[in-house]
Every structure is written in structure tokens, then in C-alpha cells.
């Protein structure tokens, strides 16, 4: 297998091949399935999609419980129970994340999770009862169809029933129904959506993603460094560069308009971690989103991303090895996310363009 797979260069590759895989008694090439985050056995995906709109909500779960981080860049989040997630406050695991359109209005989405959760009997552990805990982050998709329209409690509870392992849904789909990308530079934005990966290593660990992609930037793929998505020219043919239109004094100045955006995602592994090393992972993992989305991190954007740790590999995985594993896992979700959707009005899809 070509060691540049996802971008990563073959040295950097050998060095992660022999940080983990030593340690699994076995000596094989990375392995990339390009497969789900559920291929981190455990963990469902939901969606619920409202065509009204269109927008939506999507649910990752793991009902026993992950060990669970979170690390925000963006400056305009719109988020739920993250400060628990700190890693010197009590509770440490969480039965789901919530990613969900809606701006603030998505929040009550939390709310029909947790309910579904309280009937399966998943939750913090209260006497005879559970307090399901449940952290979520919204992306801002209210201009995309009538505004009136959003997730809420019953969104999030038809998403926990859909919720199942295996393959999951991309594209336009829960959380990525309603987003779109490049949204800035003086380009035409296009659609966004939700994508999805993993990479499985030979000595049974597994890093997965799940990114609902609804940025100001373009999207680059870090392969080749060129503009797959994003900011289209004036004649909607081609790509607008944003930073090279920023280089040229065009949108630096402030113009009175925010752009309406977030990417938002989880990443998930079955080796064992605490709360403070899935931070550490968390943090790790936004590099994958820099280096598939550019500009990234803006003040326009929340960007937020989830890390759950099963715990369930018997494996003693190094931290730095799994970080930049997740990394790459972001990255190709991301691409995945825009490479599957599709158009709405006013927004063309990936697919459009390249016919």
C-alpha cells in the first residue's frame, strides 16, 4: 500500500506502524478501511433528516458508557454539557453525542435523546434511576430553506431509534442536511454535508470520525493540496482561492455580514484512555480539519470536536500515535462529507460540479 495514503508521508507512517503495532505482536502496513466511526465496535450512528428544509440531527451512541473529550476552536460555538467534559469535573463517560443543525434551536434536540436514553436505562448511575449525559454542538444551517424548521426533542428521539452499527448514511444526511461551505473570499458557497471514517489497525485498534462539514472555507484535499469544494468563481465553474483572495485585500476588511457556519464531529476509539488523554485527542483531531478545510477556525465558525474512548482494546495504545490517527480520520471525513451530498437550491453539490 502506498504510504502517502490520507496524506501521510511514509516516514511518519513507519513511525506510527512502529509505535502501536510493536505492541501487537504483529509487523503489517497501516491499514485504511475508509470505512465508519461504528467500525469502532459499540458505537451506532443515527440520523433524523427533515426534507422540509432541508436540516436535521445526527446521534452517536455507545449506551455502556465512553470515557469522553472535547476541544472547541471555533469562535461562535453553540454548545451542550461541555464543561463536564473537563477533565477535573466528576463525571466521565457519556452514553451520546448530539451534532445537529438548527443554530441554538438544535439544542432541544439533546432533550429527546436523553429520553430515549432514560428509557433504555443508559446514564449516570443515580439510586435506581440514570441522568443520561448527553453533549452536543450545533452548526448554523438556519439559511438554508425556512428557519422556522428545526430539530427538536422529537428530532433527536427518531435519531436515537435509528441509530444502528454498520454503514452509515453521507452526505445530506442529520446534521449535514442543511450545510454548505465556502463562505467567504466573494465566492459562490456550494453544499456541505456529513461524512464519515476509520482506520483499522492490524492489532484490532480502530480510530473512527463522523464530521457534519458546514464551514466558511474551502475544502482542500491534503493529498494534493488542491480545492476539491468550497467558494465557486463568478461563473460557477471553477473555485474561488479565499486566501488568496484575502492576499489580495479582497474580504479583509469588515463588511457588517457574518457568514453562517460550523463544522462540527466526533472521533472514536476502542483504546483505553481518561478524560484528560481524550482532550489531548480531541485537540489532535482539529488538525485534520485544518488540514482539509482552509480557512478554518474563524470567528464565524464553532468548530467542535468530540472524542469517546470504549476502552474496550486490550491493546496499550500510545496517545500521540491515536491523536494524529484521529487527525487523519477528520480529514477524510471531511472530504467524504462533501464528496456525497447533495445539491439543494442555490447550493450545488460536489457531484454537480464535476460532471
Request: some cysteine; glycine content about 14%.
Amino acid at each position: 500500500m502506498n504510504r502517502r495514503t490520507f496524506g501521510m508521508t511514509a516516514a511518519v507512517a513507519a513511525f506510527y506502524e512502529r509505535r502501536l503495532l510493536s505492541l501487537g505482536g504483529r509487523r503489517a502496513p497501516l491499514q485504511f478501511s475508509g470505512g465508519w466511526i461504528t467500525d469502532v465496535e459499540g458505537i451506532k450512528v443515527g440520523h433524523f433528516t427533515d426534507s422540509r428544509r432541508p436540516t436535521g440531527c445526527t446521534v452517536v451512541l455507545y449506551e455502556k458508557g465512553a470515557v469522553t473529550g472535547v476541544d472547541v476552536r471555533g469562535s461562535a460555538p453553540g454548545t451542550r454539557e461541555t464543561d463536564l467534559l473537563d477533565p477535573i469535573n466528576m463525571v466521565r463517560e457519556t452514553q451520546a453525542i448530539l451534532l445537529t443543525g438548527g443554530s441554538a434551536y438544535g439544542l432541544d434536540a439533546a432533550t429527546g435523546v436523553v429520553r430515549w436514553l432514560e428509557e433504555h436505562d443508559a446514564g449516570f448511575r443515580i439510586g435506581k434511576g440514570v441522568v443520561p449525559i448527553v453533549p452536543a454542538a450545533v452548526l448554523f444551517d438556519l439559511n438554508v430553506g425556512d428557519s422556522k424548521i428545526r430539530p427538536d426533542a422529537a428530532s433527536g428521539y427518531k435519531a436515537c431509534q435509528n441509530a444502528q452499527s454498520g454503514p452509515v448514511q453521507e452526505g445530506s444526511a442529520g446534521a449535514g442536511a442543511g450545510a454548505t461551505i465556502g463562505k467567504s473570499g466573494g465566492g459562490k458557497p456550494m453544499k456541505g454535508g456529513i461524512g464519515t471514517a476509520s482506520i483499522k489497525l492490524p492489532n484490532g485498534l480502530v480510530v473512527g470520525a463522523i464530521m457534519a462539514v458546514n464551514c466558511v472555507g474551502n475544502i482542500i484535499d491534503p493529498k494534493t493540496g488542491k480545492i476539491v469544494a468550497g467558494a465557486r468563481t463568478s461563473d460557477g465553474k471553477g473555485f474561488q482561492d479565499i486566501i488568496e483572495s484575502y492576499r489580495s485585500g479582497k474580504g479583509v476588511e469588515q463588511s457588517g455580514e457574518t457568514p453562517a457556519n460550523t463544522t462540527i464531529g466526533v472521533v472514536a476509539t476502542n483504546a483505553a484512555f481518561n478524560k484528560a488523554e481524550m482532550k489531548k485527542i480531541a485537540e489532535m483531531a482539529h488538525d485534520g480539519m485544518a488540514r482539509a478545510i482552509n480557512p478554518v477556525h474563524t470567528m464565524a465558525d464553532g468548530d467542535t470536536i468530540f472524542s469517546m474512548s470504549t476502552g474496550t482494546s486490550k491493546v496499550r495504545a500510545d496517545l500521540s500515535a491515536i491523536g494524529a490517527l484521529a487527525a487523519e480520520a477528520v480529514s477524510e471525513a471531511i472530504l467524504r462529507a462533501v464528496k456525497k451530498a447533495k445539491s439543494v437550491p442555490g447550493y450545488p453539490s460536489y457531484q454537480e460540479i464535476q460532471k
